[in-house]
């Protein structure tokens, strides 16, 4: 059987598209496709629809959230806390799987950090 072999791009709506590429790029490293999309590094992607009543993504209205995986989170988040971003972090969404930190990007939509175990 053919199958996909990897997520070719995360397309979403913005208020300013402009402005939310650059904060991407600025404090995740996440740029745009010029000159050339972000690659990113062999590992897991997690797919899994969650329930439409689910809290877990924030606001009711909220239809989707991306994960990234990072090799440092606590790294990561002390650099983003320097830049005046909230990082959000509950010991209870750590789990077997890895570490787990929340922020929101300029507009909202929340993104979560993920440090796999090893």
Do not use: C
Request: hydrophobic residues 40%.
């Amino acid at each position: 059987m053919e199958k996909v072999n990897g997520i070719g791009g995360v397309f979403f709506r913005a208020r300013d598209p402009a402005a939310l590429s650059a904060w991407y790029e600025e404090h995740l490293g996440v740029n745009h496709y010029d000159p050339v999309p972000w690659k990113q590094r062999d590992g897991y992607t997690v797919f899994a629809p969650f329930a439409q009543d689910t809290e877990y993504f924030g606001r009711a209205e909220q239809q989707w959230m991306i994960n990234f995986r990072v090799d440092d989170l606590a790294a990561l988040t002390a650099q983003l806390e320097a830049a005046g971003i909230t990082v959000e972090t509950n010991a209870e969404w750590d789990s077997e799987v890895g570490k787990f930190a929340r922020i929101h990007d300029p507009e909202g939509n929340p993104i979560e950090l993920w440090q796999p175990n090893q």
